[in-house]
Antibody, heavy 124, light 108 residues
Framework: QVQLVQSGAEVKKPGASVKVSCKAS????????ISWVRQAPGQGLEWMGW????????NYAQKLQGRVTMTTDTSTSTAYMELRSLRSDDTAVYYC?????????????????WGKGTTVTVSS | DIQMTQSPSSLSASVGDRVTITCRAS??????LNWYQQKPGKAPKLLIY???SLQSGVPSRFSGSGSGTDFTLTISSLQPEDFATYYC??????????FGPGTKVDIK
């Protein structure tokens, strides 16, 4: 079945980096994009960015520009999200999601498959 | 940047109630609007895409409507498993997506 399996929980100190993985299975990895979404404790969903698994093109949320890098390894159908210079307010559950599209006259995109999330805790 | 708002931020309802949640975009987004459901400790689940198209496997009591700047998610008869938080998301500026702040639906 189509699924995204994320790496395990991480605990990091302020100023460190974290790299979360998201392994896809059950579909052709390079035919879709991957978005990363995070959720701080008790808060809503925050879109972090998107990467095309086809050509590696990326688009990041403005507030994370310079601190985040998204990559893919097509040989293992895995997407990665690295966040640097971690702060306490980066503590959150980080989700990867497959970005799919459908043509209804125009092309509409949505996130139809989600990983279970990776908890990243930033604490001294 | 496109900003999304939702109302109400929370509501209490009973099983069998008709529930309506509103989402508003800061500019016209045509029908580029998706709805997600999230239960505590779980990943979000896609309910509706393109404002009114029901995702495969989602019960027909869920429906979406609207275009331009104003959108609605309706649950025709609330079931026990529907108590959750609901988020709208614009995809007009794909690959940039923006979520609304969420609407929590709990038991009256």
């Amino acid at each position: 079945q189509v699924q995204l399996v994320q790496s395990g929980a991480e605990v990091k100190k302020p100023g460190a980096s974290v790299k979360v993985s998201c392994k896809a299975s059950g579909y052709t990895f390079t035919s879709y994009g991957i978005s990363w979404v995070r959720q701080a404790p008790g808060q809503g969903l925050e879109w972090m960015g998107w990467i095309s698994a086809y050509n590696g093109n990326t688009n990041y949320a403005q507030k994370l520009q310079g601190r985040v890098t998204m990559t893919t390894d097509t040989s293992t159908s895995t997407a990665y999200m690295e966040l640097r210079s971690l702060r306490s307010d980066d503590t959150a559950v980080y989700y990867c999601a497959r970005v799919s599209g459908v043509v209804i006259i125009n092309y509409y995109y949505y996130m139809d498959v989600w990983g279970k999330g990776t908890t990243v805790t930033v604490s001294s | 940047d496109i900003q999304m708002t939702q109302s109400p931020s929370s509501l209490s309802a009973s099983v069998g109630d008709r529930v309506t949640i509103t989402c508003r975009a800061s500019q016209s987004i045509s029908s580029y609007l998706n709805w997600y459901q999230q239960k505590p400790g779980k990943a979000p689940k896609l309910l509706i895409y393109a404002a009114s198209s029901l995702q495969s496997g989602v019960p027909s009591r869920f429906s979406g409507s609207g275009s331009g700047t104003d959108f609605t998610l309706t649950i025709s008869s609330l079931q026990p498993e529907d108590f959750a938080t609901y988020y709208c998301q614009q995809s007009y500026s794909t690959p940039i997506f923006t979520f609304g702040p969420g609407t929590k639906v709990d038991i009256k």
